[in-house]
């Protein structure tokens, strides 16, 4: 079983390329940005602040997905420093993302901010655009050229999808939890998880629940936060079997979201 996927995408125009460069020169770049389009984006940001035993630090990770294009490519994000300038953070490849027919990659940076050490780093606001150059070519995803922002505690952003998984835990009872960040797009929605143990052979359903705030390490994030992302969860009770496939729909207003990994599902190995 393999859900249809829905695919939010920007809508390029001839004159993006003029304004991309532009944009680019605005942030201190030399290299000429290709028309924008769907080559590089945003897939998911969290960042939260963390305390502990007289000690604070940031956590930042940026997930991007990028259309493979050629072997040799730079993937890295271009951030705006507390001083205001730009640094470019790498991006390292995770995998890929979806089936090889689907032609696109994952790659991610993170980053800790940390208050100690011999140069601390204070936490920040964050200001960045995603940058893929490749083939001669430099492409961004500029948030149609107002960059994305991100608060240092602010949790998820996911500019483009509606729904994405956040985790998936294994109790050692053999339950299954699986926790959702989805867009606040009207109050009534309906957010459920389905999943099979046997290659989809036979498939189950499990209705997620809405949750009101969570911890990540030792960080507090409200639901829904200020990016309007709420988190649910949903339970499956005792799985037999090590291998379970899900993919996650999405009822708000009247559509349905799904998130199935690109179309291959979510796979949760027993450890």
Avoid: C
Avoid at 66 to 88: C, F, I, R
Wanted: charge should be neutral.
């Amino acid at each position: 079983m393999t859900p249809t996927s829905t695919s939010p995408a920007k809508s390029p125009f001839r004159w993006q390329s003029l304004l991309g460069a532009l944009a680019a020169l605005a942030m201190g770049f030399s290299a000429t940005p290709a028309r924008a389009g769907e080559e590089i984006l945003v897939q998911k940001a969290v960042s939260t602040v963390s305390s502990r035993y007289g000690q604070s630090w940031q956590d930042l990770s940026i997930t991007l997905l990028v259309k493979n294009l050629a072997y040799h490519k730079e993937v890295s994000v271009s951030m705006k420093q507390p001083d205001g300038t730009w640094a470019d953070l790498p991006a390292y490849y995770v995998g890929p993302a979806g089936s090889g027919a689907s032609g696109r990659e994952i790659w991610k940076v993170t980053r800790m901010y940390t208050s100690w050490g011999l140069d601390p780093q204070p936490s920040r606001d964050l200001e960045f655009a995603a940058k893929y150059t490749v083939a001669g070519q430099t492409y961004w995803d500029t948030n149609q050229f107002n960059h994305h922002h991100v608060g240092r505690g602010d949790g998820p952003y996911q500019p483009y999808n509606p729904v994405l998984v956040a985790a998936s835990f294994w109790r050692d009872n053999g339950d299954l939890d699986v926790s959702i960040d989805v867009h606040n797009l009207a109050y009534a929605k309906n957010v459920t998880v389905v999943y099979s143990t046997d290659g989809w052979a036979t498939s189950h359903e499990a209705s997620a629940s809405y949750v009101s705030g969570y911890s990540s390490g030792y960080a507090y994030i409200a639901s829904p936060n200020v990016q309007n992302v709420e988190r649910w969860q949903a339970h499956i009770p005792a799985l037999p079997g090590n291998v379970v496939l899900y993919a996650v729909r999405y009822e708000v207003a009247g559509q349905t979201y799904w998130d199935n990994n690109f179309g291959v599902n979510h796979q949760h190995t027993r450890p």
